[in-house]
Antibody
């Protein structure tokens, strides 16, 4: 059973950098899956941030390009999110998720989520 | 403003059937990308409910079904039960200049009366 677990600071100062890691267990990050970050502001809907493949290939949502970096660490079986120049609008629950290696690539496994608050 | 459009809320009485719509355009659902549905209870992560338009992962009851036509999709829940009260999200992919992006609907809150 694949499990994902997010970790990182729960509080980040405005203009600072948000850094989160997603540890993958029960499966290899080098398998044929894309690995994503999805966020959910309090009381709002889901927003996909971007994805990474074990080769290091990435895709990001255009509105965050220039601020976001998603990377993979195969030796630790984990992947990470880095978001710079954060503002209060980046306050959200951040989820890491796996995209299934089947037609349509649904998000079949999710982490429990971690709340990140941007505040001074 | 979500790329996929869902009604903010739907409601139904126990035992009834409800449907949740998900409207896209020619760059996402209409481009042939599959639609997936997720169920989310307060304070928990979304759970895959329906994949590839109308496939149920193991453990999902057959009271849940999906369909897709043209630029839209819908989720149907039959024999509504109190425990179905949750938020539901549709998800697909969208073709953009940077490649393929995952997109979600704004979510629909289901209330069981």
């Amino acid at each position: 059973q694949v499990q994902l677990q997010e970790s990182g600071p729960g509080l980040v100062k405005p203009s600072g950098t948000l850094s989160l890691t997603c540890a993958v267990s029960g499966g290899s990050i080098s398998s044929s899956h894309w690995w994503s970050w999805v966020r959910q502001p309090p009381g709002k809907g889901l927003e996909w941030i971007g994805e990474v493949y074990h080769t290091g290939s990435t895709t990001y949502i255009p509105s965050l390009k220039g601020r976001v970096t998603i990377s993979v660490d195969k030796s630790r079986n984990q992947f990470s999110l880095r978001l710079t120049s954060v503002t209060a609008a980046d306050t959200a629950v951040y989820y890491c998720a796996r995209q299934a290696a089947v037609a349509g690539n649904p998000f079949d496994y999710w982490g429990q989520g971690t709340l990140v608050t941007v505040s001074s | 403003q979500s790329v996929l459009t869902q009604p903010p809320s739907v409601s139904g009485a126990p035992g009834q059937r409800v449907t949740i719509s998900c409207s896209g355009d020619s760059f996402n659902i209409g481009a042939g990308y599959d639609v997936h549905w997720y169920q989310q209870f307060p304070g928990t992560a979304p759970k895959l409910l329906i994949s590839i338009n109308n496939n149920r992962p193991s453990g999902v009851l057959d009271r849940f079904s999906g369909s897709k036509s043209g630029t839209s999709a819908s989720l149907a829940i039959t024999a509504l039960q109190a425990e179905d009260e949750a938020d539901y999200y549709c998800q697909s992919y969208d073709s953009s200049l940077s490649g393929r992006e995952a997109v979600f609907g704004g979510g629909t809150k289901l209330t069981v009366l």
